[in-house]
Structures are given as C-alpha cells and as structure tokens.
C-alpha cells in the first residue's frame, strides 16, 4: 500500500493499495495502520465505519462537521464515484483550496480528509458503495451542509444531480456557511 500527500489539501492523504487478482477476481488491503501511522495519523483514532449505496447520478454533500470536525477515510467499495474535498480551515495553507478524485472499487483507493474540510461525492455507476471510517461518532446537531453548485467553489461535477437529499438540495453558499462559522 502507497501513501501520496494530495498537493491541494494540506493533510490529505491518497492510499493506494496493490489488489491480487487472478480468475477468481481479486484481494487487497484496504486498510493497514502502519501505512497510516507513516504518514503522521494515528490508525486507533477512528471509531466508527459507515457504508452508502448510490444510483448513479446521486450527489452527496457538501459536508461537513461543525466544533472539533470530523476527519474520515473515504474509499468507493464497489462502482465509482467522483469525490471533492474543499478545505474550509482558515489557517491552512491550503485554505479554499478543492480537490476530485476518481474512486472506484477496481483500485480500492482510500481518501484521507482531515477535520475542517467539506467532502462530498457523485455516484458515476448504477450502483456505488462508499465507505467511511471516521474519528468520532456522529452527531446529527454538528451537522454543516454547503450547496453543491456553489458558484465560488466551480465544481465540475461530471452528470446532472439526479438524486439529491432535501438537506443537499437546500444547502447555503459558502459564503453564508463561511459567515455564520465566523459569528
């Protein structure tokens, strides 16, 4: 397994694996602790591991956590889907900054975001599985959306958002997000 800082986003990581394949189809690690401990994280923090299923064209986020944030692992574990991290912490060097990835259950490519980023996704197959592992357990009330068509953050989202959460659908701009983080 190959860990690569993502240029972008300062404290981003890309964890690549190397799958097995053969007639019967394939095996790899998806995740290992030494790998993730040579790269400054500490593999016991995450406490929790959720899994969503998308049609394609479902659009998930912007999100984020508000307080302490949320640092996750993001890999797509079947299909593939197109992931974007937008940094959101103020004092980071890379602070605005966004960055998309193609994940796929072919390469098992892990995505490191770490807290105080936004992260959102779309569905590129007719069924894709994402799956989080994330450092502290979910609370609904720190919840923090951001419209996925905002027009400062440009994102190129590949289709149409076909499916869309209410929540989603609704979001504030980054701006609104930004000042209300501030006051």
């Known amino acids: 397994m190959k860990a690569t800082q993502v240029p972008e986003i300062d404290g ?16 790899c690690r998806t995740f290992d ?3 993730v401990r ?4 500490d593999p016991h923090s995450f406490v929790q591991d959720s899994v969503s299923r998308s049609v394609r064209g479902v659009l998930r986020g912007l999100h984020l956590r508000s307080g302490a944030g949320e640092a996750k692992l993001v890999r797509c574990s079947y299909g593939r889907i197109f992931d974007v991290v937008v940094d959101l912490r ?14 796929s259950g072919e390469t098992q490519a892990t995505l490191y975001i770490p ?20 450092d502290r357990p979910h609370d609904p009330a720190e919840d923090v ?15 149409p958002a076909l499916a869309m ?12 997000v930004l000042k209300h983080k501030e006051g």
């Open 145 to 159: 959306t951001i419209a996925f068509d905002d027009p400062v953050l440009a994102i190129p989202w590949p289709l």
């Open 12 to 27: 981003a990581f890309l964890f690549e694996p190397t799958p097995h394949a053969d007639e019967r189809g394939f095996f």
């Open 115 to 134: 807290a105080g980023c936004a992260h959102g996704f779309q569905a590129l197959t007719d069924v894709a599985d994402t799956s989080y592992r994330i």
């Open 38 to 41: 040579s790269v400054g994280l």
């Open 90 to 103: 103020p004092e980071s060097p890379t602070y605005l900054n966004r960055a998309s990835f193609e994940l």
């Open 33 to 35: 602790a030494e790998v």
């Open 165 to 176: 959460s209410p929540r989603d659908r609704e979001a504030p701009s980054l701006a609104e």
